[in-house]
């Protein structure tokens, strides 16, 4: 069994070294499918989760969420065979993506994440476009190992490259890749059937999601598995749809602006019309990204 991870089907609570973690008695359907012998996605236990087994543990990319921790760690036991859970990644700092980090750090295995998702895990969170705050998480549950920029580790065939992403969804984002396995995890920056988020309370604007979706472009090529936060496995085309988007509505949001206009002028403007089809409602990415564009007004230039 996984060390510190209890046993499918023990009880409404899962227990950790001795103690009860989250009290789930509503479990969603978490699935759990294989890419190869070793890399396994884990979805509809709040944000997707890569599991990576190797003869010297196992790895995560991303936990799911604090309310499904116990389904993941299930889906996780249940292709453990008895290995021991190293490392967790953390993509960001947000909920759907950091809710097994107190499970997992209470087995002493490694949390690895940005330092600005570290200090927003730590502290607590008041994210404006939400009017929500989210409490400071326990010290078992921080980050143990934090970086700036980029760095690897090795999991028997398979070296995880990981890397800053920038100022982009939050600014803590990180990508991990896997080139031996042609996998690239790209977290919150990539969204599939919304528009992406970028959230100007914690770092995010619209001009570094393009400049990180640009960088995960890089990485990928046509047979790439691209892993968003939410939903279905992408290609590279994903990608390159989202920048193209990106780009497009970079300069358009600038100009409207410079005409004077508010978000509340842009919409019933069509100021994103031709991909709503494709991304869905674009009231909110329309108010968060002017919002976090006018903290950027000396990037964008020519508004006064």
């Known amino acids: 069994m996984l060390a510190g991870v209890a046993a499918a089907g023990a009880s409404p609570f899962d227990f950790v070294q001795g103690r009860r973690v989250f009290a789930q008695p509503h479990q969603a359907h978490v699935t759990t499918t294989p890419f190869n012998d070793h890399l396994h996605l884990i979805s509809g236990g709040g944000g997707n989760v890569l ?6 543990g196992l790895v995560l990319v991303n936990g799911g969420s604090a309310e499904q921790s116990n389904a993941v760690l299930k889906a996780v036991t249940a292709q453990a065979r008895g290995k021991r859970l190293t490392t967790l990644f ?3 700092w947000c909920a759907d993506h ?8 209470l087995i002493k295995s490694e949390i690895i994440a940005h330092e600005n998702t570290k200090q927003y895990l730590a502290n607590d969170q ?8 989210y409490k400071a998480k326990p010290k078992v ?6 970086f700036y920029t980029k760095g690897s580790l090795t999991a028997g065939s398979e070296r995880l490259d990981y890397g800053h992403l920038g100022q982009a969804h939050t600014d803590g984002d990180i990508y991990v890749h896997l080139p031996a396995s042609n996998v690239l995890v790209a977290g919150d920056v990539l969204t599939v059937g919304k528009y992406p988020i970028a959230d100007y309370t914690t770092g995010g604007w619209l001009g570094g999601l393009l400049t990180a979706t640009k960088t995960l472009l890089d990485l990928a090529n046509a047979e790439t598995r691209v892993i968003p936060g939410t939903g279905p496995v992408q290609t590279r085309a994903s990608l390159q749809a989202q920048f193209d988007m990106l780009t497009t509505l970079r300069e358009r949001f600038a100009k409207m602006m410079r005409q004077g206009m508010s978000a509340n002028d842009m919409l019933p403007a069509g100021v994103t019309k031709e991909f709503d089809e494709k991304w869905g409602d674009p009231k909110l990415f329309v108010q968060v990204s002017y919002r976090g564009l006018w903290l950027h007004v000396r990037e964008l230039g020519g508004i006064v």
């Open 98 to 105: 950091t809710g097994s980090n107190e499970a997992i750090g």
């Open 141 to 146: 549950a921080l980050p143990t190992k934090t």
């Open 51 to 56: 599991l990576v087994s190797s003869g010297e």
């Open 90 to 92: 953390n993509t960001d």
């Open 126 to 133: 008041f994210v404006e476009w939400q009017k929500r705050t």
